[in-house]
Nanobody, 111 residues
Framework: QVQVVESGGGLVQSGGTLRLSCAAS????????MGWHRQAPGKQRELVAE???????NYADSVKGRFTISRDKAKNTVTLQMNSLKPEDTAVYYC?????WGKGTLVTVSS
């Protein structure tokens, strides 16, 4: 079994910054894609940013230039630095490690 736990969500004003962290633990062998999706009220879950097993990044167009994903492969942790936040970034952010998902952390950006 693998556990995925997120932290770092909260309330921030438009233009502000937040940093999300995620840690995967348990029966882990090898390296897998790890990253973040988000789901806003009434919308489908969408990719925000992820790093593949060989550390290639993928970003949603809507966050390019504002968000940065980084990873410690040895510790199975991933961090999402979010700058210049906008109200439309408001969502529950979910971390994933391979096929395992965390419970999510809420990010609210006020205008």
């Amino acid at each position: 079994q693998v556990q995925v736990v997120e932290s770092g969500g909260g309330l921030v004003q438009s233009g502000g910054t937040l940093r999300l962290s995620c840690a995967a633990s348990g029966s882990i062998v090898g390296y897998y894609t790890m990253g973040w999706h988000r789901q806003a009220p009434g919308k489908q879950r969408e990719l925000v940013a992820e790093l593949t097993s060989d550390s290639n990044p993928n970003y949603a167009d809507s966050v390019k230039g504002r968000f940065t994903i980084s990873r410690d492969k040895a510790k199975n942790t991933v961090t999402l630095q979010m700058n210049s936040l906008k109200p439309e970034d408001t969502a529950v952010y979910y971390c994933h490690f391979h096929t395992y998902w965390g419970k999510g952390t809420l990010v609210t950006v006020s205008s």
